[in-house]
């Protein structure tokens, strides 16, 4: 092409010069406009996940009317007081204020859950519909169904993530609309079918949410969960650093990760 531009562009005054500086300028022009296409494409994907942030910011705030409390109280000369939630002494119980008598009132955690005649639904569609049953204290109760057919659904509901339509849901007797949203889910302690693993040490990720360590009783948490064993095989045990959500790790050392971490939270309510 160079030599025939040579040949044809004489009768017009084209030099192999001038020919040469349009071939470079040329390639100045498309390097912009090639560039400017991949930040288009870049722009596209920051604005994807710009619209997923602002979706975030722009949800309401939950409301939290309940004004029932949770907390820990030990006996003392006769009398029972409140303690620090992350003392492992003393025992769970309710707390609010009575306004007759204009002092607060306390009701010890048994651990009893009720649903009665619930209804919930997604959009359209029921999930459960008129579901009751209840798990006294101390019981251990297994919900067994298909996928889709509202286990999840249920722990939901109790933790307050959805409302229900209809019915009510009673922890030892209270209804859960009437207790802090705070406070209902400090209660549980729930082990993810797919736990979540920071970028942190074992020991951190174990007593993720506490302010700070106890070594004793995260061994202790360590051995009840039969983690123990799988963490002696690990370089640094509990110093191991676990990167990309513990790649490292099986599912199954995943999942008792998960219960040790949920025990050393000693909650009321395992679900």
């Known amino acids: 092409m160079i030599f025939y531009s040579q040949d044809s562009g004489a009768a017009f005054g084209l030099t192999v010069g001038i020919l040469i500086s349009f071939t470079q300028f040329a390639r100045s022009f498309s390097g912009p406009v090639s560039s400017m296409t991949q930040n288009v494409n870049s ?3 920051a604005l994807a996940g710009a619209r997923r942030v602002f979706e975030v910011l722009d949800q309401k705030p939950e409301t939290n009317e309940g004004k029932i409390q949770l907390v820990k109280l030990i006996k003392s000369h006769g009398k029972f007081k409140e303690i620090k939630m992350n003392l492992n002494v003393g025992e769970y119980a309710w707390k609010w204020f009575n306004p007759i008598t204009r002092q607060n009132q306390y009701t010890f955690l048994k651990g009893e859950i009720e649903f009665k005649n619930v209804w919930f639904k997604y959009h359209d569609t029921y999930t459960l519909k008129d579901i009751s049953f209840k798990a006294n204290a101390g019981q251990k109760i297994a919900l067994v169904g298909a996928t889709g057919a509202g286990k999840t659904t249920i722990i939901n509901l109790l933790c307050r993530f959805y409302e229900i339509e209809k019915g009510q849901i009673l922890y030892d007797g209270i209804d859960i609309k009437n207790i802090n949203k705070k406070a209902l889910r400090k209660s549980l302690g729930y082990v993810l079918q797919d736990p979540y693993l920071f970028s942190d040490t074992v020991s951190n990720n174990i007593a993720y949410g506490s302010d700070e360590i106890d070594d004793d009783t995260l061994k202790m948490v360590a051995e009840a969960a039969n983690l123990e064993s799988h963490l002696a095989k690990l370089d640094s ?3 191991t650093v676990l990167t990309n959500s513990g790649s490292s790790l099986s ?3 995943k999942q008792l ?6 025990n050393y939270k000693n909650p009321p309510v395992l679900i």
């Open 257 to 262: 990760l998960s219960i040790a971490r949920v």
């Open 237 to 239: 045990k509990y110093d």
């Open 43 to 45: 722009i596209i994907l």
């Open 251 to 253: 599912q199954g050392q």
